[in-house]
């Protein structure tokens, strides 16, 4: 499921990330904030007047501000046991 | 022999608390500068080790990465690498890192310890930490890292004696030159894996902490409450500034009088008294009057970025800025624009997309610096009645809000055109860490506010008093004769040069006095104030009675309301700052863009105050 679609307040492991759906700068922010696969993402706020962009999303103990497309090209699946 | 001080530079994450600890090791012995050829802060200080030997401390800008998305991090990454010009490499390296939020800030702190210069790792915030439910151990992850852990807490001043000997330690074993032992790498698939993995090793224990950060955050960032807030917020910041500074205001006031009496009872009257008296001390001292309502606005920008609001405010803000083809780091250089454009427009450097960077750059002079306040506040209380027009909102407030909002929808439509018309995208894009909120500690802050105040004051000193000294000898030669009907600033120099201007400046309502005003505060905006009170100054020595009126009062019995108002839609407009200039000529790497910027913005000047002024002709306020 894509992060964007995330009901609010659900961990989920990042499965995949889809690269050519974002800038190669976005992409490269992405991996230095430590947002790749693997790590543990979760939702926290939706953003403000319509379209209700941009998300806050949480990731390991840090809260970062990506915008919807950003969160639409971020795969994420129920994390194993 | 003189033996170079070691030198070391702390580095680390934004938000990792570098600069508390920078600021708890030094003091305030600190020097702030800026690097050659780039706007990139350089802040460093002295510093004392436990056995006494002085060592020169850097602070670096914060960096994510070694391998560089903005300006920022490409000083940062250049410093480490010793590739920054004129400055030398640093023989040890203090990373800092927040200890509640380690898997994030260990990735950095990876690539650094791969270059194989001598570290320490300060593992900050431990207290934050704590409070939020974790144990760390800080051998586990110096084991792990294999360099040095110490514990600190900046803002208490915790561990910084431990830190100071590992320090020691550090500049003992470095012995002079360490050589990099490794490029820098990418290769973030390992370097963030491995950062889970330690981050992993060295929680001992994890506990379901208080999380108010989340609850705080879940009403600054409501879909509703969080703009009405930031809206609000705003609103009280302007309400302040002209609420607050009255009694300071006053009191610059009561001591510029006094010191030009005692200059005046103590040099005989004449040129040389006149220099003094008209020239320095009306000169500067009407711009230093405004110090108190530069600092209240800085105080509120201060405590909105150190409590952790600002990213907040452009996460707020993010949606209705794409909408121009900004984003909500546009936001935060903005907002500083207010104070000053200067901080502003190096601020973008924070700005990943080069396009918004320069269209942010463009747009910054339209927000209203503080250095338009002294404008302002001459003219509204000149001019504009102190009535009350609602509980809490007086009549001058709501219409210095009404001039801030115009250069707000006027940066808002420029930054459209500018990317549709120049760059013929508006694509932009948003991306940006959100600290837990803290308390600004009341020292960072009163530092800040320092720096902030000395600044502005070394401008006045500067700038501003060469610019009075030069106005007041056009003012005050030739001398009119005894036998003319012109005042004396009509027959000056700076008169016949006004007159000459005047022609193109009175259709938008300008008169002369105006006219005279616009060239000299070309230096800088204030200096349009210190201009009218100099020329005002020098025209009615002798007349007792208008020597004691104000500025203000001088004015408001020559000007019309509708002149009055065109001269402050001009400044909304106006780019009348060299600084500000000269500092995007530097960012931007030549003179197409500042040449670029200074005819918009003129040319959006002259008709702002022409259709002010016969709007208001219309009205009949001419």
């Given at each position: 499921m894509q992060l964007e679609q995330l009901p609010l307040r659900q961990k989920r492991r990042i499965a995949s990330i889809d690269w050519s759906l974002i800038s190669d700068s976005e992409g490269h922010r992405l991996r230095s904030l430590g947002i790749d696969e693997g790590a543990q993402v979760e939702a926290l706020h939706r953003g403000i007047f319509w379209g209700r962009d941009p998300l806050a999303i949480r990731v390991g103990r840090m809260t970062i501000a990506v915008r919807r497309k950003v969160a639409a090209a971020i795969i994420c699946e129920v994390e194993a046991a | 022999m003189m033996v170079a001080q070691p030198l070391i530079a702390l580095v680390g994450n934004p938000n990792a608390g570098k600069t508390a600890l920078f600021n708890a090791l030094t003091g305030a012995r600190q020097k702030v500068a800026n690097y050659p050829g780039v706007t990139v802060e350089r802040k460093s200080g002295r510093m004392a080790l436990n056995d006494g030997r002085p060592v020169e401390l850097v602070d670096l800008p914060g960096a994510y990465s070694m391998v560089p998305d903005s300006l920022d991090e490409t000083v940062t990454r250049n410093v480490i690498l010793g590739q920054q010009e004129a400055q030398r490499r640093p023989d040890a390296l203090i990373i800092v890192v927040d200890a509640g939020n380690l898997d994030n800030h260990l990735r950095f702190t990876l690539e650094v310890i791969a270059l194989g210069l001598p570290v320490v790792v300060a593992l900050n915030m431990i207290d934050l930490a704590e409070r939020d439910g974790l144990t760390i151990s800080a051998e586990k992850l110096s084991a792990e890292l294999g360099v040095p852990v110490i514990e600190t807490v900046a803002v208490r001043k915790r561990g910084l004696d431990e830190l100071r000997d590992a320090m020691a330690a550090l500049s003992a074993n470095a012995g002079g030159n360490h050589e990099l032992t490794a490029a820098p790498t990418d290769d973030r698939k390992v370097i963030n894996a491995r950062a889970r993995q330690i981050a992993k090793a060295a929680l001992i224990s994890e506990t379901a902490g208080r999380q108010w950060?989340?609850?705080?955050?879940?009403?600054?960032?409501?879909?509703?409450?969080?703009?009405?807030?930031?809206?609000?917020?705003?609103?009280?910041?302007?309400?302040?500034?002209?609420?607050?500074?009255?009694?300071?205001?006053?009191?610059?006031?009561?001591?510029?009088?006094?010191?030009?009496?005692?200059?005046?009872?103590?040099?005989?009257?004449?040129?040389?008294?006149?220099?003094?008296?008209?020239?320095?001390?009306?000169?500067?001292?009407?711009?230093?009057?405004?110090?108190?309502?530069?600092?209240?606005?800085?105080?509120?920008?201060?405590?909105?970025?150190?409590?952790?609001?600002?990213?907040?405010?452009?996460?707020?803000?993010?949606?209705?800025?794409a909408h121009v083809g900004l984003s909500g780091h546009s936001f935060i250089p903005l907002l500083s624009s207010f104070a000053c454009a200067i901080p502003g427009i190096m601020a973008t450097r924070s700005i990943m997309d080069q396009k918004e960077r320069l269209t942010t750059i463009l747009v910054a002079p339209l927000m209203t610096c503080a250095a338009r306040l002294p404008v302002y506040t001459v003219i509204i209380g000149a001019f504009i009645p102190a009535q009350s027009v609602g509980p809490g909102i007086g009549l001058q407030g709501l219409v210095l809000f009404v001039?801030?909002?115009?250069?707000?929808?006027?940066?808002?439509?420029?930054?459209?055109?500018?990317?549709?018309g120049i760059t013929k995208s508006i694509g932009s894009s948003f991306m940006l860490e959100m600290p837990r909120f803290q308390m600004p500690r009341l020292r960072d802050i009163l530092l800040g506010l320092w720096q902030r105040a000395w600044v502005f004051l070394r401008r006045a000193g500067t700038i501003i008093f060469a610019a009075s000294v030069i106005l007041w000898a056009l003012l005050s030669f030739p001398n009119v004769p005894e036998d003319s009907d012109m005042t004396q600033a009509e027959y000056s120099i700076a008169g016949r040069i006004a007159s000459g201007i005047e022609p193109a400046v009175r259709p938008i309502g300008f008169n002369e006095d105006i006219a005279l005003a616009l060239i000299p505060a070309m230096a800088a905006r204030e200096v349009a104030v210190s201009a009218l009170a100099t020329a005002n100054a020098i025209d009615d020595s002798g007349d007792e009675d208008e020597v004691a009126q104000t500025l203000g009062q001088r004015l408001a019995g020559k000007w019309s309301l509708a002149t009055a108002l065109a001269f402050l839609?001009?400044?909304?407009?106006?780019?009348?700052?060299?600084?500000?200039?000269?500092?995007?000529?530097?960012?931007?790497?030549?003179?197409?863009?500042?040449?670029?910027?200074?005819?918009?913005?003129?040319?959006?000047?002259?008709?702002?105050?022409?259709?002010?002024?016969?709007?208001?002709?219309?009205?009949?306020?001419?």
């Open positions: - | 950060t989340r609850r705080v955050d879940s009403i600054l960032l409501h879909p509703l409450a969080g703009p009405l807030i930031l809206f609000g917020l705003l609103f009280v910041m302007f309400q302040a500034v002209f609420a607050w500074s009255d009694a300071p205001i006053g009191w610059i006031e009561g001591a510029m009088e006094w010191l030009g009496g005692i200059v005046a009872s103590a040099i005989p009257e004449g040129l040389f008294q006149s220099l003094i008296v008209d020239g320095m001390i009306a000169g500067v001292g009407s711009v230093v009057v405004f110090l108190p309502q530069i600092l209240i606005l800085f105080l509120f920008i201060l405590i909105l970025e150190a409590s952790g609001y600002m990213t907040r405010a452009a996460f707020v803000m993010d949606r209705l800025m001039l801030y909002l115009s250069g707000i929808l006027g940066a808002m439509l420029a930054a459209l055109f500018i990317r549709k839609a001009w400044f909304v407009f106006a780019p009348q700052c060299v600084s500000t200039i000269a500092v995007t000529k530097r960012e931007t790497n030549g003179w197409k863009w500042p040449i670029f910027m200074v005819t918009y913005l003129f040319a959006l000047a002259y008709v702002a105050a022409g259709i002010t002024y016969w709007t208001a002709v219309y009205f009949g306020l001419g």
